[in-house]
C-alpha cells in the first residue's frame, strides 16, 4: 500500500479537510489511525497498522494510562468520562471519539469490536468531520443493527429467516422460545422460556439488561432449537461490487449464549450446505450495499439424521472477535484489508484464496466455570501462553496469541473478562485441536481464575474431536447439563495436587532459609538425627474442601518426605524436583511478593494453593443471613421488597460485572429483612447486598 502525507499535519486538526456534514469523504490514503477501543483487539489493530507503516492513536478511560494498547501507540488521548458513569461509558461517545482523532491530527478511525462499532452514530460522526471511517456505510449498519429489521431485509434478499414473535403473541405451541435483545449481540439480553409463565419475567429481566448495554428495551422472540449448529460467514467486500464469501466458521460451544471456542472449516458440514451459507451472505451483503469485512450469523437444527434446514440469526457489521481463524486458513490479514477497502482499493480478481488446514480459537476468560462462570478479578502475576506469533496468522501451523494484558496487570470488574484468544493452526483438524490443548495446558495464568481447564477438557472430549465424523455431537448446548459438570473439573489429580502442595511446602522451606543467616561450614538444614515432620496445609484453588497435609522431614541438610514412593532431588524457592514412582518431574513454584496463593506449574497441570495460617487471626461476627457481592459490580435491578417471603433459588437481586448479568439467589426460604442497596449502585465485592431471616436452620 503506498501511503502519501496526510492533509492533516501532525497535531493539527481534522476539519480543514471536512466535506458538508453527513457527506463521506472521498477515499484516500490512511496514515494516522485512531483505535477506538481498548484491550486485545485495539492491541491487534496497532500490530497491522504498524506493519503498513500507519502511525496509531490509542484512547482509553481515566486510569487506565499504563494499559498496554496505551503503550503501545503513538499517541494517546484519555477519553473524558461522564459525571457519574463508569470507565465504560467513556468509550460510548461518538463525539468524545472525533474529538480525540481531532486533537490527535487522525485521519482515520477503526472501531474494532464491541463498544460503538455497530453504532451508525459513530460512523456518521467520523465521516462527517471528514475522516475515513474503516467500517461499512453507517446506512448498512443500520440496516442490521436492529435484529428484527435485519430479518426482514435477509428474507426480501432470499435469505431464510426465522420469525420474529412479540413476546405479548408467544402461546405454548411456540416454546421453547429465545427472548433476544432486538439492538446489541454477544448473549446479552437473551433467555430461553421453556414455560409459558415465566416469559413475563425473562422478558422484563431482557429488556433491563438490553436498556442497561445498548440504550434499547426492545426484545422479541424467536423459536429456540436446543441442538443447533451456529455457523457464520465470513464476508469481505470492497467498494468496486465484488463480495467475498472467505469460508464459515463454527462457533457452537458456547456459555450463557456468548461463543467459547470457534473453528473453520465447520467440522461435518457438507458441501452443498456450506455453499448455500456462503451465497446468502454474499446475498445479503450485496442487498445493503456492504463495504469491508463482516459476518453473517446462521442457526442449522443438527441431529443424528444430520443437519437441518438454516435460518439467519444476525449481521455483525464488523470484525468478530473470532477472526483470527479465517486469516491462519486464508492467509489474509482482515484488518489490513479493511483499511485497504475504505482506502477505495479493489478486491484482487479471480476470488477469495483457498483454505489451507483448519484453525480453532479458544477464548481464555478470567472466570470460574464451576461458579456460574461468575468473574474472576485481581492482579496478574504471571501471564505466559505459548505461541508462535503474536495477532499474526503463524507463517506456518503454529499457535497464535491475542491477548490484552501482560503480568502486573489488574483484571476489574468494568470490562469484559476475556484475557487473550488462543488459536491454533493445524494441517487438519485434529492436528489443530491437539496443538490448542497443549497450549493453554502449558499456559501459565497466575493470580485470577479462568476457563483453561475447561477449554482443554472439552478440546479433548470424544464428542468434540468426532465433530467431523458425528455432527451431532457438537452443538449450542454443549456445555448444558451433565457434560458441563465432568468438564469443569479440574486437569491435576488428587496425586498431582499433593506432589504439587509438597512442592510448596519444600520451595517455602527454601526460601526462608535464603533469608536466615547460617554460620559458616555447616550445611543448610544440617541435623545429626532426623528431625519431626514439619507440617504445612493447603487449600486447592480456595476451596476447604480439598484440602491437602504434606509433611517432611530434614536430615544431613536433605529433605525426607512423608509420602511414599516420593524423593526430592533438589529444591529451591521457585522449582522443586521430585521423583514420584520413579519419574522424575519439575515443579515451578510461583510466589507472589505480596503473599496470598502460591502457585505451582508442571507438567503434570498447574495448580493454585492457599497457605492455611496453622493461628489464624479471629474474624469479625458476620450476620448469617447477610448475601455479599460475589464480585464488583453494579446493582442492575431489586426483585423483592423487605418483608417478602422468598423460596430457595429465588432471584432476590440482578448484577452486572465484566458485560455480563449474574443474579444472586436465596439459598433457602425465608423472608427479607433488609435491601442495603438500590438498582443503579456500584458495589464492592463483599457488600451486603440483601439480609435473610431463614425459616429453619441456617443454611
Known amino acids: 500500500m503506498n501511503h502519501t502525507p496526510s492533509a492533516v499535519p501532525s497535531g493539527g486538526s481534522a476539519e480543514a479537510g471536512a466535506t458538508a456534514p453527513g457527506r463521506p469523504a472521498p477515499p484516500r490514503p490512511v496514515t494516522r489511525l485512531l483505535v477506538a477501543n481498548r484491550g486485545e483487539i485495539a492491541r491487534r489493530i496497532l500490530r497491522t497498522c504498524r506493519s503498513l507503516g500507519v502511525a496509531t492513536v490509542a484512547v482509553h478511560a481515566p486510569g487506565e494510562e499504563d494499559a498496554a494498547h496505551v503503550a503501545e501507540a503513538d499517541t494517546a488521548v484519555r477519553l473524558p468520562l461522564p459525571q457519574g458513569r463508569g470507565p465504560v461509558d467513556a468509550y460510548l461517545d461518538p463525539d468524545a471519539v472525533v474529538a480525540a482523532a481531532r486533537a490527535s491530527g487522525a485521519d482515520a478511525v477503526h472501531p474494532g469490536y464491541g463498544f460503538l462499532s455497530e453504532n451508525p452514530a459513530l460512523a456518521r460522526a467520523v465521516t462527517g468531520a471528514g475522516l475515513t471511517w474503516i467500517g461499512p456505510p453507517a446506512e448498512a449498519?443500520?440496516?442490521?443493527?436492529?435484529?428484527?429489521?435485519?430479518?426482514?431485509?435477509?428474507?426480501?434478499?432470499?435469505?431464510?429467516?426465522?420469525?420474529?414473535?412479540?413476546?405479548?403473541?408467544?402461546?405454548?405451541?411456540?416454546?421453547?422460545?429465545?427472548?433476544?435483545?432486538?439492538?446489541?449481540?454477544?448473549?446479552?439480553?437473551?433467555?430461553?422460556?421453556?414455560?409459558?409463565?415465566?416469559?413475563?419475567?425473562?422478558?422484563?429481566?431482557?429488556?433491563?439488561?438490553?436498556?442497561?448495554?445498548?440504550?434499547?428495551?426492545?426484545?422479541?422472540?424467536?423459536?429456540?432449537?436446543?441442538?443447533?449448529?451456529?455457523?457464520?460467514?465470513?464476508?469481505?467486500?470492497?467498494?468496486?461490487?465484488?463480495?467475498?464469501?472467505?469460508?464459515?466458521?463454527?462457533?457452537?460451544?458456547?456459555?450463557?449464549?456468548?461463543?467459547?471456542?470457534?473453528?473453520?472449516?465447520?467440522?461435518?458440514?457438507?458441501?452443498?450446505?456450506?455453499?448455500?451459507?456462503?451465497?446468502?451472505?454474499?446475498r445479503l451483503a450485496r442487498a445493503i450495499g456492504y463495504t469491508g469485512a463482516g459476518t453473517a450469523e446462521f442457526l442449522v437444527p443438527v441431529g443424528e439424521e444430520g443437519f437441518g434446514e438454516p435460518v439467519f440469526l444476525e449481521m455483525n457489521t464488523r470484525l468478530q472477535v473470532e477472526h483470527p481463524v479465517t486469516e491462519c486458513v486464508t492467509g489474509l490479514d482482515l484488518v489490513e484489508w479493511q483499511i485497504r477497502v475504505a482506502e477505495g482499493e479493489a478486491l484482487p480478481g479471480g476470488g477469495p484464496p483457498a483454505p489451507r488446514g483448519h484453525a480453532v480459537q479458544a477464548r481464555l476468560y478470567a472466570e470460574d466455570p464451576r461458579d456460574g462462570w461468575r468473574p474472576r478479578t485481581g492482579v496478574l502475576h504471571a501471564f505466559d501462553v505459548p505461541a508462535d506469533t503474536r495477532f499474526a496468522a503463524p507463517p506456518a501451523f503454529g499457535v497464535r496469541l491475542d491477548s490484552g494484558v501482560e503480568p502486573g496487570d489488574t483484571v476489574g470488574a468494568d470490562f469484559d473478562p476475556l484475557l487473550a484468544k488462543v488459536v491454533a493452526h493445524g494441517r487438519d483438524r485434529r492436528d489443530a485441536l491437539r496443538r490448542l490443548a497443549a497450549a493453554l495446558a502449558a499456559a501459565r495464568v497466575h493470580g485470577v481464575g479462568t476457563n483453561r481447564d475447561l477449554l482443554v477438557r472439552a478440546l479433548r472430549h470424544p464428542a468434540f474431536a468426532g465433530a467431523e465424523t458425528r455432527p451431532e455431537g457438537l452443538h449450542t448446548g454443549y456445555l448444558d447439563g451433565d457434560r458441563l459438570s465432568a468438564l469443569v473439573q479440574p486437569l491435576a489429580d488428587p496425586a498431582t495436587e499433593r506432589l504439587a502442595a509438597l512442592a510448596a511446602s519444600l520451595s517455602a522451606a527454601e526460601a526462608a532459609r535464603a533469608d536466615a543467616a547460617t554460620p559458616a561450614g555447616i550445611p543448610a538444614n544440617w541435623r545429626g538425627l532426623p528431625s519431626q515432620p514439619f507440617v504445612r496445609q493447603h487449600d486447592v484453588d480456595g476451596d476447604e474442601t480439598r484440602r491437602t497435609t504434606t509433611a517432611y522431614r530434614t536430615l544431613r541438610g536433605s529433605y525426607l518426605t512423608e509420602q511414599a514412593g516420593v524423593r526430592v532431588l533438589s529444591a529451591a524457592p521457585d522449582r522443586v524436583v521430585l521423583e514420584a514412582d520413579g519419574l522424575r518431574r519439575a515443579f515451578d513454584v510461583h510466589r507472589p511478593a505480596a503473599g496470598g496463593d502460591v502457585h505451582v506449574d508442571s507438567p503434570l497441570g498447574s495448580v493454585t494453593l492457599t497457605p492455611v495460617d496453622p493461628l489464624p487471626e479471629p474474624e469479625a461476627a458476620v450476620d448469617p443471613g447477610a448475601l455479599p457481592a460475589p464480585m464488583p459490580g453494579t446493582v442492575t435491578a431489586v426483585e423483592v421488597a423487605v418483608g417478602e417471603r422468598v423460596e430457595p433459588g429465588q432471584t432476590l437481586l440482578r448484577m452486572e460485572a465484566m458485560k455480563t448479568e449474574h443474579r444472586v439467589t436465596a439459598p433457602a426460604a425465608g423472608a427479607v429483612r433488609e435491601i442495603p442497596v438500590a438498582a443503579g449502585q456500584r458495589v464492592p465485592a463483599g457488600a451486603p447486598l440483601a439480609v435473610l431471616d431463614y425459616e429453619g436452620a441456617t443454611p
Open 141 to 282: 449498519v443500520e440496516s442490521m443493527g436492529a435484529k428484527t429489521r435485519a430479518k426482514r431485509i435477509a428474507r426480501d434478499a432470499g435469505v431464510p429467516v426465522a420469525d420474529a414473535l412479540d413476546p405479548e403473541r408467544v402461546r405454548p405451541e411456540h416454546l421453547p422460545v429465545l427472548v433476544k435483545a432486538v439492538s446489541g449481540g454477544g448473549g446479552r439480553g437473551m433467555r430461553v422460556v421453556r414455560d409459558l409463565a415465566d416469559l413475563p419475567a425473562e422478558a422484563a429481566a431482557a429488556r433491563a439488561e438490553a436498556a442497561s448495554a445498548f440504550g434499547d428495551p426492545a426484545v422479541f422472540c424467536e423459536p429456540y432449537v436446543p441442538h443447533g449448529r451456529h455457523v457464520e460467514v465470513q464476508v469481505l467486500a470492497d467498494t468496486h461490487g465484488t463480495v467475498w464469501a472467505l469460508g464459515e466458521r463454527d462457533c457452537s460451544l458456547q456459555r450463557r449464549h456468548q461463543k467459547v471456542v470457534e473453528e473453520t472449516p465447520a467440522p461435518g458440514l457438507p458441501d452443498d450446505l456450506r455453499e448455500r451459507l456462503h451465497e446468502a451472505a454474499r
